[in-house]
Nanobody, 118 residues
Framework: QVQLVESGGGLVQPGGSLRLSCAASGFTFSTYVMSWYRQAPGKERELVARIGTTGSISNYVDSVKGRFTIFRDNAKNTVYLQMNSLKPEDTAVYSC???????????WGQGTQVTVSS
């Protein structure tokens, strides 16, 4: 059974930090590209960050560059999103996404709420 379980969301003040985790099971994690998406109320879902299978390649949406870092631990089947210097506009539900270019399989987590507010 495939599972992607996010954790680490919550309420934080502007300028604060959070680290999101996404624990994977039920598939060969190390062969999947992992991504974090977010969706704010009334807005479309957007890709925040993506990381390749080995962790050596990553990319980010412009609005989070220099503030967010995506990294993965293939031994723990977990991908992380370190979020620093958070802004109110970062408020959204953050979800992790796994996809395999070889098989075409893709999976979504259930999401975790991040709220940036004073």
């Amino acid at each position: 059974q495939v599972q992607l379980v996010e954790s680490g969301g919550g309420l934080v003040q502007p300028g604060g930090s959070l680290r999101l985790s996404c624990a994977a099971s039920g598939f060969t994690f190390s062969t999947y590209v992992m991504s974090w998406y977010r969706q704010a109320p009334g807005k479309e879902r957007e890709l925040v960050a993506r990381i390749g299978t080995t962790g050596s390649i990553s990319n980010y949406v412009d609005s989070v560059k220099g503030r967010f870092t995506i990294f993965r631990d293939n031994a723990k089947n977990t991908v992380y999103l370190q979020m620093n210097s958070l802004k109110p506009e970062d408020t959204a539900v953050y979800s992790c996404y796994a996809n395999s270019y070889y098989t075409g399989y893709q999976y979504w987590g259930q999401g975790t709420q991040v709220t940036v507010s004073s």
